[in-house]
């Protein structure tokens, strides 16, 4: 089975969907949320110590980010073939520094040895009323924070060998802040941790609508321009190569103002009656694949 077949199954038998489980505590609702990284799909050649760290981190306070909440902590379990002091001071560092970032705390994890370098790490983050996958509706403005393509200019120059620019693109910053600010106007947000076209297409399947994007309007990284081989392939890397962990949200037209007072981000779109995902390239509609990112 592929990843997104496996996570269809589960969405089937378990009452998951989202980006983070929310647990009703109190008066509030806490937010729990887990990932797995390992050397042979997410970390290339020349990715530092200190980049393994910080992305171990920032992926699952990304997740927090994506539901409009407050990260409380962090924990994480560090599986190695050995450990050496300089590399666990370095990852230890890029952990803490990332938590730090976004007012988190590392609390702590569990080591072991294992045939391949993997991390998990697991967030518990707080949201008086967090914002779902689910909330979209027709007519709705869809928005992304940033600039699309991180990751995929990343991996193009650790092949470049061209290490220290990669790892400062690998070492992106969770959207905890903007979450936090556009929880107030969204009705519906998610990370882009698959891609940008996976994404609306898991949108569009917990909100039961669809949408029309518009190519021109991506706000593509700057890398990306001298990187691309062809147009092609910006297309590929802006659309399709995933782990941008930029916020990707849609709002009523009526908030659109208000909210871009708070947040900086692009319009890209709109939420469609009909669950299709379009694209418009030159003026011409086309329906977007639904792929991506698989581990």
Partial sequence: MHEFEVLKLLYTRL?????????PFQDTNLLLTTDML??????????????VGWRTAAVSLSDIAAM????????????????????????LAGLEDCCHLVNG?????DI????????????????????????????????????????AAALKLFELTQVEKANELFRFTPRVEEGLKLAPYADAMIDISDGLARSLHQLSEASGVGFAIEYERLPLLPEIAGL??????????????????????????????????????????????ERKILLRVNGKLEELEDRGYEH
């Fill in 68 to 91: 409009g909440g407050r990260p409380l902590g962090l924990v994480v379990a560090l599986g190695a073939p050995r450990f050496s002091k300089e590399f666990i001071e370095e990852l």
């Fill in 38 to 51: 390992h050397r042979a799909t997410d970390f290339p050649e020349g990715t530092e110590a200190y980049t």
């Fill in 112 to 151: 072991d040895h294992h045939r391949e370098l993997t991390l998990v790490s697991t967030a518990l983050g707080v949201a008086k009323k967090p914002v779902l996958r689910s909330g979209a509706k027709t007519g709705d403005l869809v928005c992304v924070t940033h600039g699309l393509g991180r990751t």
């Fill in 105 to 109: 705390r590392l609390l702590g994890g």
């Fill in 228 to 273: 691309a081989a062809d147009e092609r392939e910006r297309r590929e890397m802006a659309l399709y190569t995933g782990e941008d962990f930029e916020l990707l949200f849609t709002i009523p037209q009526a908030g659109l103002e208000e909210a871009q007072g708070a947040v900086k981000f692009t319009a890209i779109g709109r939420a469609l009656k």
């Fill in 15 to 23: 009452d998951v969907g989202d980006d983070c489980a929310v647990i």
